[in-house]
């Protein structure tokens, strides 16, 4: 009953959020915001699992479903506290509350159709708002309507190849022959050939939704279109929620049909996800402006989630849902990071940004649990997942390599950590006071009278402005936050490893 | 009962050609509202009503939808390119033959699930006789309107624009969910549900593609 009510509020509050948007966008922030609180609390205080059956669909929840509602609930409120203060939480907490709605009926569901078709249906707004957001905001921006295109291609596609995918498999002539049970004809070289097609046909759904190498342009001009707040939902918990449900998919075919990939489509899968380790790494690294390096870390990320694929073992699956959820939780802390240090300073250039660390100690506090959060140390589940796929998919020294590899992050973001504490860039230094994070007007004044002679009332006249006053506190405090939640996930992962 | 299939299964070829070929915009509409309506008759037996229900209430949700992009796209169309309404992307000839050949490509692959029972064999007891012994299944005719709707909307979908663009995105996920249908039977209620929100979340984002198109700065790739 939970789930139901979980998946209910997120698409209510989201619906309604993403259709004032247009025209009252505070309002529709203000219900978005809430939406997420509620959300975030129903999901919190259900315990273990539950089930809810809708005519012949059952949605149970799970320690997954659960871990990633709450991991995506707290980051659209918290993003959509600092888009409050930077701005953009009209266009991003609506939609990424719909895309949560979706995904968590995605992720419950036992009909995979169903689950990929939820998640085509839920992504699209997550994309286009934001980008329609971003457009409205500077018209002279052109190729956004191509940017939002691809986008929207990008995930109505996969979803109905995993609506087809899924279909074929339930087909009398598919694996699971109709009827949920075995095939009997595995040893049929035309149905193992199909079972392997079908298997990669979804791991190639999971690139192009991911964004991974090589469908990967669409992402990088999305994350260069619209404010990072709007990155998290579309790129991070979207393709993290089809990744979940596509190893799903994948193992339960496999496991019905007695058939796993063959040996050239692992090495397919192994070599695009080494070229989006690789590469995303390299550009993550080479990149100097903020939000790239937010969409490359992310792309890469899918690339090891893709390992996964490779083998399709339960112990790999447990790990790549660890890892999703996990990396999902720390770049949206990167989001908001990069949505509120581009506010504060001006720049988004880590060029520009030197000395934004020595300015702002508490965001240089959520920077370090972010670095943290997406790179690991080991023990945490972050870490472990990382060298469980790739070493499941590369054994031996390969495999090491490819842990090193993956590590790229280390520097990636590290760098920002290094140029922050060096002396302060002209666009760093000119930032004003009231931005930096620090508590601009205290609220004083306590004293003069207790709540039993009119203090509660003088409260709550005065907190609203003082809580405009140090709107940059309130910001920053919600992207420390943030980081504590996206360390928290990767410490403990989903618990199911 | 199978009277009721195969007509649908016209009225969505013809629907689909005319909502793609048409030189007037609400013409296209009218077929796209045709062909969607049809759509959801393509099974048989004939579903619940309240699924029945469900399939209608998206299809006209969807036109209406597309139908609050089409005053803007027009104007804009006769201030810029005066030409585009009156020529259709490929011409109903050229639409026709590409449903059909695409609409041969669906029966081939139900002929290759040979479970389905498309053409030529026993046949399922719901199939339609042609005569001869000859039997096409609900199955086989599902996926022939899929090919044939995947087929005329490609092109309109990679190189149209506005409307047109926006009318071939809901017609190639109408043909998804056509096989989806073929493939694995009738889906469940609560996946009924979510296939059209599905479609309706295509068109909606469709539709505010072709819009914004027509308040782009002109020049821009917007336009």
């Known amino acids: 009953m939970t789930i139901g009510l979980v998946i209910a509020v997120a698409l209510g509050s989201g619906l309604a959020s993403m259709l004032l948007g247009p025209r009252r966008p505070r309002a529709a922030a203000w219900i978005g915001l809430a939406g997420a609180l509620a959300t975030l609390a129903i999901t919190i205080a259900s315990g273990g699992s539950d089930a809810l059956t809708v005519g012949t669909v059952t949605l149970a929840s799970s320690p997954v479903v659960r871990l990633v509602a709450v991991g995506w609930s707290a980051s659209a409120l918290l993003l959509g506290v600092v888009g409050r203060v930077t701005g953009g939480a009209a266009t991003t907490v609506g939609p990424s509350l719909v895309a949560l709605g979706a995904s968590s009926l995605a992720l419950a569901s036992d009909d995979h159709g169903l689950a990929f078709a939820a998640l085509a249906a839920g992504g699209v707004g997550a994309i286009v708002a934001p980008t329609l957001g971003a457009w409205l905001a500077d018209r002279e921006e052109a190729p956004l309507t191509t940017v939002a295109v691809r986008g929207a291609g990008a995930v109505v596609m996969p979803g109905v190849a995993g609506l087809l995918a899924a279909a074929w498999g339930r087909s009398p002539s598919g694996p699971l022959g109709g009827s949920g049970g075995v095939l009997g004809a595995v040893d049929d070289p035309g149905v193992r050939l199909a079972v392997g097609l079908a298997l990669l046909v979804v791991a190639a759904a999971v690139v192009v939704r991911s964004g991974a190498i090589p469908s990967h342009l669409w992402a990088a001009r999305f994350v260069g279109s619209v404010t990072p707040l709007a990155i998290p939902a579309s790129l991070a918990w979207g393709s993290a929620a089809f990744t979940l449900v596509a190893l799903g998919w994948s193992a339960s075919t496999t496991s019905a049909a007695g058939v796993a990939l063959d040996d050239a489509g692992r090495f397919l899968v192994v070599v695009v996800a080494i070229a989006s380790i690789a590469l995303a790494g390299l550009a993550a690294i080479l990149h100097d402006d903020l939000e790239h390096v937010l969409g490359y870390t992310i792309v890469q990320a899918a690339g090891i989630a893709l390992l996964a694929f490779a083998t399709l073992r339960s112990d790999t699956n447990h790990a790549a849902a660890d890892w999703l959820v996990a990396t999902a939780a720390a770049t949206s802390a990167m989001a908001a990071w990069i949505a509120l240090a581009r506010w504060t300073f001006g720049t988004h250039r880590v060029s520009e940004l030197r000395g934004w660390a020595r300015r702002s100690p508490a965001l240089a506090i959520a920077a370090a649990a972010i670095l943290v959060g997406v790179v690991g140390v080991p023990g945490m589940a972050v870490f472990d997942a990382r060298v469980s796929l790739a070493t499941s998919a590369l054994p031996g020294v390969l495999g090491a390599g490819l842990v090193v590899v993956a590590l790229s992050p280390v520097i990636a973001v590290g760098r920002i950590l290094v140029a922050g504490v060096g002396r302060a860039a002209p666009e760093v230094a000119a930032a004003p006071r009231e931005r930096l994070g620090v508590l601009v007007r205290p609220a004083g004044g306590w004293s003069r009278g207790g709540l039993s002679r009119g203090g509660l009332a003088w409260a709550l006249r005065v907190t609203p402005a003082v809580v405009r006053a140090n709107a940059a506190l309130v910001a920053t405090l919600a992207v420390v936050l943030l980081g504590v939640v996206g360390l928290a996930l990767a410490v403990t992962g989903t618990g199911a490893g | ?223």
């Open chain 2, 1 to 223: 009962m199978t009277a009721v299939l195969l007509a649908a299964a016209l009225v969505v070829a013809i629907g689909s050609v005319a909502a793609l070929a048409a030189g007037d915009a609400r013409l296209g509409l009218v077929g796209l509202a045709a062909a969607l309506v049809g759509a959801g008759l393509v099974a048989d037996p004939l579903p619940a009503a309240a699924i029945l229900g469900v399939r209608l209430t998206a299809a006209l949700l969807i036109v209406a939808v597309l139908r609050g992009a089409v005053p803007a796209v027009a104007a804009r169309r006769r201030s810029i390119e005066p030409e585009v309404d009156a020529q259709p992307h490929l011409g109903w000839p050229a639409e026709v033959l590409l449903g059909l050949a695409g609409g041969v490509a669906g029966l081939a692959v139900a002929a290759g699930l040979e479970v389905l029972t498309p053409l030529g064999g026993t046949g399922t007891p719901s199939g339609i006789s042609l005569g001869a012994g000859a039997t096409i299944s609900a199955a086989a005719v599902e996926l022939a309107l899929a090919g044939g709707l995947v087929a005329i909307s490609l092109p309109a979908l990679v190189s149209g624009a506005g409307l047109r663009r926006a009318t071939a995105a809901v017609l190639a996920v109408e043909a998804a969910i056509l096989a989806r249908i073929g493939l694995a039977g009738p889906p469940a209620a609560l996946e009924e549900i979510v296939l059209a929100v599905l479609l309706l979340s295509v068109a909606a984002a469709a539709a505010v593609f072709a819009a914004a198109g027509r308040t782009a700065p002109e020049g821009s790739r917007l336009a």
